[in-house]
């Protein structure tokens, strides 16, 4: 059986690295925190792994915006073995300010990033400050290898800059069309609303983007913040069990990797 | 060297958030007249690269090619109908400026090295505004004083800063020949804070070396010295009389908080009262510290950068603790004045308190959020008399090995600085802190304020926490107050350090060696590490691009002695430093204040009472600032600060796990409540014990396993009338950490909490005394929390409602304080939490709530709206004292050690059975109607509100 090597990406300020393993490790994954700055030494480093997570955090404080300087960096060092990663057939997550990352750097959504022409971008919660909050998630494609079709799910939102935007509506047409959208918010029963439904003020509720590959995917909740019972927000009320919706994400990704290397 | 001015806005379709809350700040000035606000970023960049290049720093970088637009040179204002006003705030020269060190890094990234770079924030303010308006806006709104200028217009921006190098110039400060007179004037010159037994003390020293201090020196004693170092009024020998009668102590702090520590022995603490954090058990593997801290002074000032250098502060403690803890938990408290006030009725000096909490709680808000720690408790407290020195109290947990809990630093280790530069931020802070404000404290402490970059403190974390595991150092402290003078100081105390101070990394040239001493730059550690593991651990560092610089090595002389490129600049006796601080005596009085009991008639309904409580701002919700700290990172959430079944409830305590192996868990509570010091601090402060522990109870935590801080927040306490009520509270802490056995394991004072206006007025804060609490939960698994969980389960009061109304929030409303203040049984106050604490250990509560602020009223109404469901309560099966007949103190009565618990039907046998002996009583049921129904003793109902209309009125006040 191949073991499925899973690589957390750390760099200054991201903070969310340690969960994220711990995840990955729930899942079966073997799973190892590395330093950004070990990949630019030795870019064959990814050869290794089958899956990199691009965990949350403040990367380089945020500073000029979410995630834009460690985007700047990975397009300058990094791209093209990230690109091979991908065209590999391995699996790419970002999670929070990974997600901010890899938009920044035009890998989600990833239909022209090789024009430099980004038309999706994450900016300011319309809300103007952090906040963190759960949300209910719904999947709007069976395409995604990370997500189980048809599975409405439940996790925390923790982020300043989460409101997913496009430059104009034929580029969000554009989106939806070409089955970009992996996660909308919506209510416990599945119904889009306004805020704190959508907690940000995203364009079409959107949370979570995918390539057209499937095997791309960036999202504003924490799935590895919901990793057992105790992290529901009122499991203390629940007379059954919650099931562990964010762990679903990580062995929906070990999966796939076993099924197909 | 060109120079790169770029400018971006946003695309227009794109809203401008900044912007638009600049405008709301604007509107709730009482200014009308602007119409709109747009904000543009600034980015001033020094580099030699041509038009094309600083096109693609631009698009590339800069803006976000969605929804921003950028400007190369300097925008004019819009065309249009509207008058349009031009503001830019600029850092002032020296400020960090973290956006312009990550643009220089994402520059070099395009293959280019920017020489300089300067970030700047520009508005464009449309409508017709005077030029007064506008200059109130430009120092109220947009900038700061202390740390920011403001150019107002088309005018250039300030010019870049080009220090001139420091050229080394030893001074002394004469002292061995001066009088009394000069002496206290020195020290007020220099701002050292020492009175003039200290200044005698030091004479005397030098009289006896036969040479005049260096200015270094004098200032190196001074921070060692400084109320904020060395808590001297609490070690001081004092004598308190108390109502006519004489108590002296030798010590005030030895006889009080730590003699309880001493008694109760408690082998589960490890290190207490010594180091930066006191230290507990967890398991047997690992150790939790925990320490509190205040950041008043600063915060006051420029409360954003003031309360975020206080957390970015506090958790360097625990990370200087030992050899080193991983933070992993948050705490914040804060104390300010009413945030509905008027303009006018702000003192002059003095930042408006809604100003003053906004930019505390975002302070707080980026730099915790920014270091990846959960922020999970917290509190915030109003009154008027925090106005012009607002509390901010920061705590940090660490966890760490066992077996790493102690330093050992040796004669030989280099002293190794690591993390951030020095820069001019922070001088004086120290003893600053130790001072008492003034109106124009504003301008002349500017310098103290000092500003954090939570990122250098997060890569620090990461690679010293590598260091630790790989054993690579053998001491480690932080750079808090007094800077490498405080570090260096207290590492080498019982060996002697000598430092070259030339070698030290700067921000920007012209420090002299003094600045380099004590300047308080944030973000920066110092370590002790043998000559032979100094390539390993700079490796380390390097590699995650932290920054680390051997500055000197410890000796074996007990000396200190500071060098400038060799050349020496002060050599001091480290017994002298540390001991020679004269012993204080002070006086202290307490006589019983002369109150009495309102004369409030009693009402058949008080719906409108219940209401006006859950909206006064101490009782009502705090969603809108918990919600901006990130309470889930890491992880180990448990119980959240707010629970319910919408997610919104007010928790009694946070629980975290701190180890993903493990179904052991951390409860974090506090207890404070200074309208009861008003009153009597003795109460006040057992008050506070009570209500901490209760917290910690309510979810589950340990009884047993009970750790206590302590942070007195004061006035001047060289008054005796206001040492007589800190005295009061230290002898409290005594009892009350006696009668739980709970130890206090860390505490710290900050003193002179008064302000001087301009008129000569003193306003002194109320005493203010917080107590956190910390203990074990056995199994996360049994947790539960305060929200009422299902319709026909039986409510239980356990404890006594007694008729004490007085300092409680039904007084506050009523525009009284009364006399009858809450006392603490402190034989059955203990053994209620022990019995709670088995009912839940035995998963026989389904939710428990402890009565604190607005008593059983306020209680029962948070659980049933938290929980989305109807209460039914009879006030005849209330246990009470004899003389509490009244229904409103039946009611609102805030008599301590109170739980109102709900537990299934099935369950009543085995819970009576665990109660007996206990005043306790059946109060009522959860309904399904969504409506709080109380009954008083007659039967009459006196209370009938449907829920959702009690949680918006709890909502309402601070939903902003």
């Known amino acids: ?261 | 060297m060109k120079k790169w001015r770029v400018e971006v806005f946003n695309r227009s379709g794109f809203s401008d958030v900044h912007g638009k809350s600049i405008l709301e700040d604007i509107n709730e000035l009482g200014i009308s007249s602007v119409q709109a606000v747009q904000s543009a970023k600034v980015f001033l960049i020094d580099a030699d690269f041509d038009k094309n290049f600083a096109e693609r720093v631009a698009h590339e970088l800069l803006a976000d090619p969605v929804c921003e637009e950028y400007y190369i040179g300097r925008s004019s204002a819009p065309a249009g109908l509207a008058k349009a006003t031009l503001i830019e705030v600029h850092l002032k020269s020296g400020v960090t400026d973290p956006v312009a060190e990550s643009v220089m890094t994402a520059i070099a990234d395009m293959g280019v090295k920017a020489d300089h770079v300067r970030t700047a924030r520009k508005y464009v303010l449309l409508g017709e505004i005077t030029q007064k308006q506008t200059d109130t806006i430009a120092k109220k709104i947009l900038s700061n004083d202390c740390i920011e200028d403001c150019v107002i217009g088309n005018e250039a921006e300030p010019p870049s800063p080009h220090l001139k190098p420091y050229e080394l110039q030893i001074v002394n400060w004469p002292i061995c020949e001066l009088n009394d007179d000069q002496l206290t004037a020195l020290s007020k010159e220099k701002d050292l804070f020492l009175n003039l037994v200290e200044m005698q003390t030091i004479q005397k020293y030098y009289q006896q070396l036969g040479r005049e201090p260096s200015d270094v020196e004098l200032e190196s004693i001074a921070q060692t010295w400084s109320e904020h170092c060395v808590h001297k009024t609490l070690k001081s020998s004092v004598d308190l009389s108390i109502n006519g009668e004489h108590v002296h102590f030798d010590d005030l702090l030895k006889e009080t908080v730590f003699k309880a520590t001493k008694q109760l022995d408690k082998d589960w603490c490890i290190s207490v009262f010594a180091d930066n954090a006191g230290v507990i058990e967890f398991d047997k593997d690992s150790a939790i510290c925990f320490k509190v801290e205040t950041h008043n002074h600063p915060s006051a000032l420029d409360p954003y950068g003031g309360a975020a250098t206080g957390i970015g502060g506090v958790i360097r403690d625990p990370m200087g603790t030992g050899m080193g803890a991983r933070p992993i938990a948050n705490t914040d408290i804060f104390c300010f004045g009413e945030p509905d006030k008027k303009i006018d009725e702000i003192p002059k000096g003095v930042l408006h308190p809604r100003r003053i909490m906004k930019g505390v709680v975002a302070g707080v808000r980026d730099y915790g959020n920014r270091m990846g720690i959960p922020t999970v408790n917290g509190a915030i407290y109003f009154d008027d008399r925090y106005m012009a020195n607002p509390l901010v109290y920061c705590g940090n947990i660490g966890i760490m090995d066992k077996d790493k809990c102690f330093k050992n630093p040796q004669s030989g280790n280099l002293i190794i600085m690591v993390g951030g530069r020095i820069g001019r931020d922070g001088i004086h802070g120290a003893t600053f802190s130790s001072g008492q404000m003034t109106h124009e404290h504003e301008t002349i402490f500017s310098h103290a304020v000092q500003i954090g970059n939570p990122i250098v403190e997060k890569k620090m974390l990461d690679v010293l926490l590598q260091a630790n595991e790989a054993g690579l150092y053998e001491a480690i402290t932080d750079c808090g107050a007094g800077g490498l003078s405080s570090a260096v100081g207290e590492m080498g105390e019982e060996l002697g350090a000598e430092v070259d101070l030339g070698k030290s990394p700067l921000k920007y040239a012209g420090l002299n060696y003094t600045e380099i001493w004590i300047s308080e730059a944030q973000e920066r550690m110092v370590i002790a590490v043998k000559p032979e593991n100094l390539e390993a651990i700079t490796k380390i560092f390097d590699d995650e691009n932290v920054e680390s610089t051997v500055i000197g090595k410890f000796t074996d002389d007990k000396k200190l002695r500071l060098r400038y490129n060799g050349q020496q600049v002060a050599e001091l006796d480290m017994e002298f430093l540390h001991n020679g601080v004269p012993k204080y005596s002070r006086k202290a009085v307490w006589k019983g204040r002369q109150l009495t009991e309102p004369n409030i008639p009693v009402k058949d309904n008080y719906n409108k009472e219940l209401e006006q409580i859950l909206s006064s701002y101490n009782v009502a919700s705090k969603e809108w600032v918990i919600r901006q700290y990130d309470h889930e990172v890491q992880g180990g959430s448990v119980i959240k600060p707010l629970t319910g079944v919408n997610n919104d409830g007010p928790g009694d305590a946070a629980v975290i796990q701190p180890k993903f192996n493990s179904d052991k868990g951390l409860a974090i509570s506090c207890g404070m409540n200074p309208l009861y010091g008003d009153i009597d601090p003795y109460w006040m402060a057992l008050s506070g014990i009570d209500e901490a522990v209760r917290n910690l109870i309510c979810v589950g935590g340990r009884v047993d396993r009970i750790a206590l801080l302590d942070n007195y927040c004061w006035g001047d306490c060289t008054k005796p009338e206001t040492l007589g009520p800190l005295v009061r509270a230290s002898q409290a802490c005594y009892d009350g950490a006696m009668a739980f056995k709970a130890p206090f394991i860390s505490g710290k004072d900050s003193l002179n909490n008064e302000f001087a206006c301009e008129d000569g007025t003193q306003i002194s804060i109320p005493s203010t005394l917080l107590i956190s609490a910390i203990s074990i939960v056995n199994d996360i698994n049994k947790c539960v929390t305060m929200d009422a969980k299902r319709a026909s389960n039986l409510l239980f009061v356990v404890g006594e409602t007694k008729n004490e109304l007085g300092g409680s929030h039904y007084y506050k409303i009523k525009g009284h304080l009364g006399a009858n203040v809450p006392t603490l049984d402190l034989g059955m106050a203990p053994k209620i939490a022990k019995k709670i604490s088995a009912a839940i250990a035995e998963g026989l509560l389904v939710s428990c709530h402890d009565c604190s602020e607005g008593g059983l009223a306020v209680a029962l109404a948070e659980m049933a709206f938290a929980g989305g469901l109807g209460i039914e309560a009879d006030l005849r099966g209330l246990p009470r004292s004899e003389d509490c007949t009244r229904t409103d103190a039946q009611l609102f009565s805030e008599s301590n050690s109170r739980y109102i618990v709900e537990i299934e039907p099935e369950n009543f046998d085995a819970f009576a059975k665990m109660m007996l002996n206990l005043p306790f009583g059946q109060i009522g049921k959860v309904t399904q109607e969504k409506t709080l129904i109380i009954k008083a003793e007659d039967g009459n109902i006196i209370i009938e509100s449907d829920i959702d209309s009690l949680k918006q009125a709890w909502q309402k006040p601070l939903a902003w």
């Not at chain 1, 799973?31 to 899956?51: C, G, M, S, V």
């Not at chain 1, 189980?148 to 300043?160: F, M």
């Not at chain 1, 997913?164 to 509506?169: F, L, N, S, W, Y």
Request: charged fraction near 25%.
């Open chain 1, 1 to 261: 059986m191949t073991e499925i090597k899973a690589i957390v990406l750390r760099a200054a300020g991201i903070n969310c690295d340690m969960e994220t393993e711990h995840a990955l490790e729930l899942a079966c994954a073997q799973a190892q925190r590395t330093h950004i700055n070990r990949i630019i030494e030795d870019k064959t480093l990814l050869d290794k792994y089958h899956i990199i997570v691009f965990p949350g955090g403040f990367s380089y404080g945020d500073d000029v915006a979410a995630g834009k300087i460690l985007a700047n960096q990975i397009r300058h060092h990094l791209y093209e073995p990230l690109r091979k990663f991908i065209d590999e057939g391995k699996l790419v997550l970002g999670i929070c300010n990974g997600f901010q990352v890899l938009v920044k750097t035009g890998i989600l959504p990833g239909n022209n990033s090789t024009d430099n022409q980004q038309e999706v971008t994450i900016t300011n919660n319309d809300s103007g400050k952090f906040e963190d909050r759960w949300v209910y998630l719904a999947p709007q494609t069976d395409k995604c290898v990370f997500i189980e079709s048809g599975r409405q799910i439940y996790l925390p939102v923790a982020h300043a800059e989460g409101k997913i935007v496009t430059k104009d509506d034929a580029a969000l047409d554009e989106l939806k069309s070409a089955g970009h959208v992996a996660f909308k918010y919506v209510d416990e029963n599945g119904n889009e609303g306004a805020y704190p439904i959508n907690p940000n003020g995203s364009m079409d509720s959107i949370a979570g983007l995918t390539d057209t590959t499937g095997r791309v995917l960036g999202l504003m909740p924490h799935p590895e913040r919901f990793v057992r019972p105790t992290h529901h927000p009122h499991w203390s009320r629940l007379r059954e069990k919650p099931a562990n919706d964010g762990i679903t994400i990580f062995n929906n990704a070990v999966k796939y990797i076993k099924e197909n290397f």
